[in-house]
């Protein structure tokens, strides 16, 4: 229950220097009102339901200089993550001290692992990456609840959710992590020109998510500009062209998980990504 959820009571309680410690200030006087030290700079890409962090450990060295979170609500799965994330930053420090003393001009990333860090359970790589995977964390939260308790206005630049539970009976469907009031949160966290991302391998489950992007009607017709109105001057749909361009589509459709095994099952993958617009003037 949400009485064994450790949640801060508002972003600027958040300890975040656990989490990310060689992003942390130097300047030792820089503390949050949690009481602990702040950081070089601001969280900005969330995984909402990361599972096993498949999307977070591709993402790390693509983006290696943003600080990246995979928020998961199962205990053990998040344990997993945070363990997989602590190997692979002891593998890459490990890595570079064999650079480092390597009598030969070796580029790093041909050195071949050692055998104290060949035991690859937890990644596949072998190379020396941009960040070192220092970027990413994982944290146990209900994003359900308590996102506006993690991050600030406008703070997020990507939001992801990759694979969402899909509670197929209409009963469960207030169960989903897309919705009105759940879109309106991610709004109120990802920048203007921020980006959330889906991707679900149930067509009705995409279509749900256009349509609560006020993109379908219920009958799953295009809806009209002039229509959609309200949440519509919020977001707005991204375009094939852009997404084929852009490699974050590609780990979220092939580096999760989840992505692995609807692979491996040859289904259907079905991607929307929204732009966050500028907040609308209000007359
Ligand atoms: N995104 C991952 C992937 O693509 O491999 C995992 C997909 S899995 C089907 C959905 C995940 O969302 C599960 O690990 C589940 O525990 C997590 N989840 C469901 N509801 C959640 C919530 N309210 N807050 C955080 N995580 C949640």
């Known amino acids: 229950s949400d009485h064994n959820l450790d949640y801060p009571i ?28 702040k950081l070089t700079k601001d969280v900005e890409v969330v995984d909402i339901g990361c599972g096993f962090g498949g999307l977070l450990v591709g993402l790390a060295p693509i983006l290696p200089d943003t600080l990246m979170v995979g928020m998961e609500i199962r205990v053990s799965v998040l344990e997993y993550v945070r363990s997989r994330i602590s190997a692979l930053r002891l593998k890459q420090q490990a890595l570079k001290k064999i650079a480092a003393t390597s009598t030969t001009t070796q580029a790093p990333s041909e050195i071949p692992a050692t055998p104290e860090v060949e035991d690859d359970e937890v990644g596949s790589t072998t190379t020396i990456v941009p960040g070192n995977y220092e970027n990413i964390t994982g944290i146990r939260a209900n994003t359900m609840k308590f996102l506006p308790n993690f991050f600030g206005h406008h703070q997020l630049s990507k939001i992801f959710v990759c694979f ?120």
């Open 164 to 283: 969402p539970d899909p509670h197929f009976k209409a009963r469960k469907h207030k169960a989903r992590i897309i919705s009105e009031s759940l879109n309106a949160e991610y709004a109120y966290v990802l920048k203007p020109g921020g980006l959330l991302y889906t991707i679900t391998d149930v067509e009705e489950y995409h279509h749900w998510v256009l349509r609560h992007f006020k993109y379908e009607t219920a009958e799953g017709e295009n809806v009209a500009d002039e229509i959609a109105g309200g949440i519509r001057d919020l977001w707005e749909l991204v375009s094939d062209e852009e997404l084929e361009a852009d490699p974050c589509v590609r780990v979220m459709k092939f580096e999760t998980e989840e992505s692995k095994k609807v692979t491996r099952n040859n289904g259907n993958k079905y991607v929307a990504v929204f732009r966050r617009k500028a907040d609308p003037e209000w007359p």
């Open 10 to 37: 508002s972003p600027a309680h958040m300890d975040w220097a656990s989490h990310y410690p060689a992003f942390v200030d130097p300047d030792a006087s820089k503390i949050n009102l949690g009481g602990t030290r």
